[in-house]
């Protein structure tokens, strides 16, 4: 018998000396088969079958680029490749070396699943070919795979063999050569669905024993297939898949996407979306709690039975979430053309890395370690979600505007233009009168005065509540902290800096230079927010400062905390209020119609204290402290009956 065909086994391996043991037994296997007698010289198995047998080992840790190279350089027909058939998390922890080998190959390549028989049997050798599928699409035309798809069953198809041809997608058959063959043909149409899983779905239930297949270019629904039909088809059934003749790109190499590399958001698109994001997060507003969306608020409170303190902490740390997990997920777009290792290695790396950086940029300072681990988290979680998603660009658009929606519109806005040059107005002129201010408690009162003359005198033109509003911000920005203006998204005038200290210095509460910060900060958070949630920051500062290198919890800070907030709320209630204040402010308040007397309130406690002692916040030590501090408010003129408020603090 002639040499007709030659079969080539090649194995990649870094030893090979041990290596030949991994070929398959070819002479057991064909001693099974009843084609050679046992014991046949090795010279006679080639004329006996009429094939030629060799091994080849190639010393590399490079198995696909192994096998390529032999490729180009042997006139190799047809490509066997065995896969495991991995979908879903398996095929993306453990890519398919052969749809990486298929994606470099220039030939036929058929895929043989592992424990597929397919149309022969181990044990005989017999070839049974009962039924062959055709996916067929417009373009690129299939005759080629109905060619070949006749030729198998010509050679091995039984009498009552079946043909096929597959269209999924429309409710046209593509235009096809029908062969005129001794089996039937049928022709099947699915309108819609998706066509991997349609092609899978028909094919398992057909039961056929080979899928065959032509692809070319970008073209029609067999290139979607390029992305899923390898982890969708090949898992169960053997599939031939070659490149199209008649096209101008016949010798283009099969293109079926590795797990790794799917089709889905473009790279390009990832990248320049990943800068445009880094850029936002740098400059846009931090979510606050103070700012975060009554809406979302609500819901998370709702959802997790969180007191509104809690849940607006919650809210905000759920849009930081979603900022820095979206700078995640669309870096691991950018990255999606990496090879596997390589695109996670970066991600993991890159993402934090830029998240980390934006919050620097935003921030003005660099993150503590708390930050960075939250944004390490949610930038790989971010990443991960992206892998995972990284086939179906529907979830993927979906994900990426949803939580950009989100982020956006949870932006806090600051305060309104208007209301931040009526600030900076009230506050230059209580800085231009700085020198007569008198030092110790007259200069707090004083202050107060000349800010809200200042609010008096425009409120004719202007809606009372505003100026007094503008008159609480410059006082909570001079007298509290610069960072009031960073919390209303406004620029603090650097310029100042130095005589608002000298007045910091020369302003006292109940003889305390601290207690004015406290004081007007808390006011202010209350113009930009409300009363309760500056309430609630403060307790928080002072449960902060409770912490080992902290002053330790105040209750005398708290005074001045609530004590503020209830000033604000009184000035700004409504226009009526607005202006009874400031006639009240005219005829003439002291430092302690501001503010009641702190003597007596503990100070300086340390958590553990805090906990055992006072029974931590709703303790009944606590609260009845708190009530003790509702009193002395009751006492002071410029709180009004606002004073009678319950002081809520709820913990965290």
């Known amino acids: 018998m002639t040499n007709q065909s030659n079969l080539s086994l090649l194995h990649v ?77 398996s095929a993306w922890i453990h890519p398919s070396t052969a749809e990486k080998i298929a994606h470099q190959a220039h030939m036929p390549t058929l895929f043989v699943p592992n424990n597929s028989h397919g149309c022969v049997s181990l044990e005989t050798g017999e070839v049974t070919m009962k039924r062959v599928l055709v996916p067929v699409d417009h373009q690129p035309r299939s005759d080629e795979a109905i060619e070949r798809a006749v030729r198998a069953l010509e050679a091995y198809g039984t009498e009552d063999a079946k043909l096929t041809l597959l269209h999924v997608g429309s409710n046209e058959m593509p235009s096809v050569s029908i062969p005129d063959v001794p089996w039937h043909v049928e022709q099947v149409v699915i309108p819609s669905g998706d066509p991997a ?128 997990g979206l700078l995640g997920f669309l870096v691991a777009v950018g990255c999606s053309r990496l090879p596997r290792w390589q695109s996670i290695i970066v991600t993991f790396v890159g993402a934090p890395i830029l998240a980390i950086a934006a919050m620097w940029a935003n921030y003005g300072y660099f993150p503590i370690s708390l930050q960075i681990q939250f944004a390490i988290a949610f930038t790989i979680i971010g990443a991960a979600t992206e892998l995972a998603l990284r086939a179906n660009r529907t979830a993927k658009l979906m994900l990426v505007l949803g939580l950009a929606g989100f982020f956006m519109w949870a932006i806090p806005r600051g305060v309104s233009t208007d209301l931040e040059r009526s600030a900076r107005i009230a506050g230059v002129q209580l800085l231009s009168n700085a020198e007569d201010i008198p030092a110790g408690d007259p200069g707090f009162a004083e202050c107060v005065a000349i800010a809200f003359q200042f609010a008096e005198e425009n409120s004719p033109a202007a809606d009372p509540v505003h100026t007094n509003q503008a008159a609480i911000l410059a006082l909570g920005v001079i007298l509290g902290d610069e960072h009031v203006a960073t919390l209303a998204r406004s620029a603090f005038d650097g310029s100042h800096h130095k005589a608002i200290g000298r007045l910091r210095r020369k302003v006292k509460l109940h003889g305390r230079g601290d207690l004015p910060r406290h004081y007007w900060v808390s006011a202010a958070l209350s113009v930009l927010s409300d009363g309760n949630r500056s309430t609630a920051v403060g307790a928080i500062k002072e449960l902060m400062d409770s912490n080992p290198g902290g002053s330790g919890f105040s209750f005398a800070d708290l005074t001045a905390d609530r004590a503020g907030v209830l000033l604000a709320q009184r000035a700004t209630q409504n226009a009526a209020s607005a202006l009874a204040f400031q006639a009240e402010v005219r005829d003439g308040l002291k430092a302690g119609d501001y503010c009641p007397p702190v003597a007596g309130l503990p100070e300086g406690i340390s958590r553990e204290q805090f906990q055992s002692v006072y029974g931590g916040l709703g303790g009944e030590r606590t609260n009845q402290i708190l009530d003790e501090i509702k009193q002395r408010l009751q006492q002071c003129r410029a709180l009004g009956g606002h004073s009678e408020e319950l002081i809520e603090v709820q913990p965290l």
């Not at 190639?58 to 490749?81: F, G």
């Not at 969708?232 to 031939?240: D, G, V, Y």
């Not at 283009?252 to 790794?260: K, T």
């Not at 400059?283 to 009554?294: K, S």
């Open 197 to 324: 899983t349609e092609i899978a779905a028909f094919s398992a239930e057909y039961k056929s024993n080979v899928i065959v297949m032509v692809t070319e270019g970008v073209h029609g629904f067999l290139d979607i297939l390029r992305a899923r039909l390898p982890t969708k088809c090949f898992a169960t059934r053997p599939a031939l898949c070659s490149p199209s003749l008649h096209s101008a790109k016949a010798m283009e190499r099969v293109i079926i996407h590795q797990p790794s590399r799917p089709a889905g958001l473009s790279p390009f698109v990832g990248c320049a979306a990943a800068l445009v994001w880094f850029a936002i997060l740098s400059v846009a507003p931090d979510p606050r709690p103070l700012g975060a969306p009554d809406v979302a608020v609500n819901a998370v409170s709702k959802i997790t039975s969180l007191a509104d303190a809690s849940a607006r902490a919650a809210t905000a740390l759920l849009l930081r979430a979603c900022g820095l």
């Open 13 to 89: 391996g870094e030893d090979t000396y041990e290596d030949w043991d991994r070929f398959p037994a070819i002479r057991s296997t064909l001693e099974r088969w009843k084609l050679i007698e046992p014991g046949t010289a090795r010279r006679e198995i080639r004329e006996k079958i009429g094939v030629g047998i060799e091994k080849v080992i190639a010393e590399s840790e490079d198995v696909v680029t192994s096998i390529v190279n032999y490729l180009d350089h042997r006139p190799i027909d047809l490509l066997v490749l065995s896969t495991h058939g991995r979908d879903g998390l």
